[in-house]
C-alpha cells in the first residue's frame, strides 16, 4: 500500500504541473480505489502477490503456480505498455518488476521511444542484503542499459543509496534526489478522519498505526494493553490487510480504545492527536515529522531493516523515538508515549523542515515531465507500482 500511495501522490503532482497529462497507475495493491483516484489518474489492476521471504512471492488470491502468475502479469504489462505508449514509465522498488515480470515490458517501452524511469524509496534495506539480490541477476549492470534516470525519494544526508547499494557510475551520473514523497491532498483534516479520531475531549488522544497491518497485531496488542493503565485515550487503525481484526476487537473493546481498520485521509488524524505509535514506513512517517506529531516508533526489523534504518535515522535528527521490537512491551511503551505527548509541535515541525525536504512528489513529477518534454504531444505517464 505505501509504494502505491507514493506514486498516487506523484502522479497528483504531475497532474496539477501538467493538466493535460494522462497517468495509468499499474499496481497489486487491493485498496487503491479507497485512495481516492481522480480524472485523469486511472488504474490497472494487476493480480495482486504476497511476500513469502525476500524476493520470494506467492498469488495473493489465485490458486495458481508463482510461475504462472510472474508470467499473467509480465503479459499484462506488456501488452499494456505496447497499447497505452507512454512517454515515461515510472517503476518501483524492483527495477525489472517482481522475478523480472517487467523486463519484457520495459523492452516494449524502448522499442516505442519511451523513457523509463526508476523510483526508489530513500532506503530499500540493509546494504548488504541489497547488494546480495541484485548482484544475483546482475541487476546494478543492467540498470544503466534500461533507465535514463533513477529517482530517490529521500535526502543523500539520510541515506546515500548511491554509496550504499555501491552504484555503477553510469547509474550514479543519472540518479537524483527528490526529497521525501507525501500526499499533500490528505494532510488537511477531513470531517472523516475528525470523526475517526475518538471520543475523549479532556484527556490526551493517542492513535496507534500498524501501516497496511499484515504484520502490526504485536505492536497493537501491546499499545491496547498500555493503554488500559493509561490516563489517555487510545485509537488503533488495523489496516486493511490486517489477519487479526476479531482478537484485536475484543482488545479494543476490554481497553476502551476505538478501533478502525482503514481510514484513507489517516494523515488528517494527525492535527486532532497528541501522540503517535506507529512502525517504521516510509509514508506513515514523512507525514507524521512533516506535521511535527510526537511519534513513538516501533520499526520492523524482519525480513527487512528499512524501517530500522530509517528510524534511527530520524531519532538521530531528533524527529521522533525508538522502541526497537525487543523491548516491546506494555510499560516501555506507555512510558515512552507519556514522555512524547506535550512536545511542542512547533518546534517539531521546524526541526523536521529544517532536516528534511518534503517536496518529493512535486519534484518527481517534473523529472518526469523534463523526459516526456522530449516527446511533443505525448505526455502520459505509466506509473508502475508492487504494493503486493
Known amino acids: ?72 502479469r509480465s503479459a499484462l504489462l506488456h501488452a499494456t505498455i505496447k497499447a497505452y505508449r507512454p512517454a515515461v514509465a515510472l517503476v518501483d522498488k524492483h527495477p525489472f518488476g517482481v522475478n523480472g515480470e517487467l523486463r519484457a515490458g520495459l523492452e516494449e517501452l524502448r522499442a516505442g521511444g519511451g523513457n523509463a524511469v ?137 481497553a476502551n480504545v476505538t478501533l478502525h481498520t482503514f481510514v484513507p485521509s489517516l494523515s488528517g488524524m494527525f492535527q486532532h492527536i497528541d501522540a503517535l505509535v506507529c512502525m517504521g514506513g516510509y509514508n506513515t512517517l514523512v507525514e507524521a515529522v512533516s506535521k511535527g506529531v510526537p511519534t513513538v516508533c516501533v520499526p520492523r526489523t524482519s525480513p527487512r531493516r528499512e524501517q530500522l534504518i530509517r528510524a534511527r535515522a530520524f531519532e538521530r535528527l531528533g524527529l521522533l523515538t525508538v522502541i526497537e521490537p525487543a523491548r516491546l512491551d506494555p510499560e516501555n511503551l506507555g512510558r515512552a508515549v507519556n514522555s512524547v505527548i506535550g512536545t511542542a509541535r512547533q518546534a517539531l515541525i521546524a526541526r523536521g523542515h529544517a532536516a528534511l525536504n518534503f517536496d518529493g512528489a512535486r519534484q518527481a513529477a517534473s523529472e518526469l515531465l523534463a523526459l516526456a518534454s522530449a516527446r511533443p504531444g505525448r505526455e502520459a505517464t505509466l506509473a508502475r507500482s508492487v504494493a503486493d
Request: charged share 25%; hydrophobic share 40%.
Open 1 to 72: 500500500m505505501g509504494h502505491t500511495r507514493r506514486h498516487l501522490a506523484i502522479a497528483r503532482a504531475l497532474i496539477e504541473l501538467a493538466p493535460e497529462s494522462s497517468v495509468l497507475l499499474a499496481t497489486g495493491s487491493e485498496v487503491v480505489n479507497r485512495l481516492g483516484l481522480t480524472p485523469p489518474i486511472d488504474m490497472l489492476k494487476l493480480p495482486g502477490l504476497r511476500k513469502v521471504t525476500n524476493e520470494e512471492y506467492a498469488p495473493r488470491r489465485l490458486r495458481i503456480p508463482a510461475s504462472e502468475i510472474r508470467a499473467l
Open 118 to 254: 526508476l523510483g526508489l524509496r530513500d532506503i530499500l534495506d540493509d546494504p548488504a542484503n541489497v547488494l546480495k539480490e541484485w548482484s544475483e541477476d546482475r541487476i546494478r549492470e543492467s540498470m544503466a542499459g534500461s533507465y535514463d534516470l533513477v529517482l530517490v525519494y529521500g535526502e543523500r544526508s539520510v541515506f546515500d543509496p548511491v554509496v550504499e547499494y555501491g552504484f555503477p557510475e553510469a547509474v550514479a551520473a543519472r540518479t537524483h534526489f527528490c526529497g521525501y514523497v507525501m500526499n499533500r491532498d490528505e494532510t488537511d483534516a477531513s470531517a472523516e478522519a475528525h470523526s475517526a479520531v475518538g471520543r475523549n475531549e479532556a484527556g490526551p488522544r493517542v492513535l496507534a498505526t500498524a501501516g497496511g497491518g499484515e504484520d502490526g497485531f504485536a505492536l497493537l496488542q501491546t499499545f491496547m494493553r498500555a493503554a488500559e493503565r493509561e490516563s489517555w485515550e487510545g485509537i488503533a487503525v488495523a489496516g486493511p490487510m490486517s489477519p487479526e481484526l476479531k482478537a484485536l476487537g475484543r482488545l479494543a473493546a476490554r
